[in-house]
């Protein structure tokens, strides 16, 4: 196997641009997701197209009980990985702040089953002393806002359980990479009001896949939007309040 890569949530469009970033550079792929259907059509696009192995299978995120077999699978079946991306996200209705069942579920997706999957790669990767993981979070886990701060908490929470990660693994050489994208065009965003600035998927892969060749350990995609949280961060609570965001 031609250092295979596993993009978990690889059904998403974002996860779609990496998956053919890297298969353009001769990565062989596992593609995991809860939609077989959809993931058996990606892997022969992207076998077709690139001439890569892609193989995939059924990763549920919020069924942290599997994960340990999941990962084995993938493992056994592509003899090794030399990296893994986390591409999962639910975004969920607005509402769920105000409904914990809708909230919970919010959380399970975005981060309690990414410490549990990516917990496993590290001790995969950690004893070999090579590899990477790409995370994907979000800048509205930078700052809390009424539209949207059940994700955002748990986007936040993912980029803070990454740089925790980062740091258990820097000895190891295994790199962690943490990837907070803006406003990218997807079903995900698909009909939301306010967006400005919306990024190609496509062309947001491509720089996921970038990630590994430069030394950044956080990176925003596009990069102007470090500038923009930057700004939106220093705004003085008092203020940022009452703003309407
Ligand atoms: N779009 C944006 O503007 C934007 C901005 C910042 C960050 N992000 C983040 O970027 C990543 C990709 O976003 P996207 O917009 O491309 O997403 P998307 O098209 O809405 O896809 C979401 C992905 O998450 C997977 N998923 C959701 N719940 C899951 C679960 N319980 N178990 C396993 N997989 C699950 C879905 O797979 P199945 O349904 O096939 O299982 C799908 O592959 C996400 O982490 C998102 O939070 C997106």
Redesign the pocket.
């Given at each position: 196997m031609n250092q295979p890569v596993l993009i978990?949530?690889?059904?998403?469009?974002?996860?779609r641009g990496t998956a053919a970033a890297f298969a353009r550079r001769g990565h062989d792929l596992y593609l995991a997701?809860?939609?077989l259907d959809?993931?058996q059509r990606s892997a022969a696009d992207l076998h077709l197209r690139y001439g890569v192995t892609v193989r995939y299978g059924l990763?549920?995120?919020?069924d942290t009980a599997s994960h340990p077999a999941f990962l084995q699978q993938v493992l056994a079946e592509m003899h090794g990985l030399s990296g893994v991306v986390?591409?999962?996200?639910?975004?969920g209705d607005p509402l769920a702040a105000r409904d914990f069942k809708v909230g919970a579920k919010v959380i399970?997706?975005?981060f309690t089953?990414a410490v549990s999957i990516l917990s496993e790669c590290a001790s995969y990767f950690e004893p070999q002393k090579r590899g990477f993981i790409i995370g994907?979070?979000?800048?509205?886990g930078d700052r809390g806002r009424q539209s949207n701060y059940v994700y955002g908490a748990a986007?936040g929470a993912l980029s803070l359980f990454l740089q925790g990660l980062r740091n258990r693994l820097y000895a190891s050489g295994v790199r962690v990479i943490t990837v907070?994208?803006?406003?990218?065009?997807?079903?995900?965003?698909f009909g939301l009001p306010g967006l400005f600035l919306v990024a190609s998927?496509q062309d947001i892969g491509e720089r996921i896949a970038r990630t590994l060749h430069k030394s950044a350990d956080v990176v925003y995609l596009p990069g102007f939007w470090r500038f923009i949280m930057l700004i939106i961060k220093h705004v003085p609570e008092p203020i940022f309040k009452r703003m309407k965001m």
């Open positions: 978990l949530g690889a059904t998403s469009a974002i996860a997701s809860r939609d959809e993931l990763f549920d995120a919020e986390l591409a999962v996200g639910f975004l399970a997706a975005n089953g994907i979070t979000s800048v509205a986007k907070k994208p803006g406003f990218v065009d997807t079903a995900m965003t998927p």
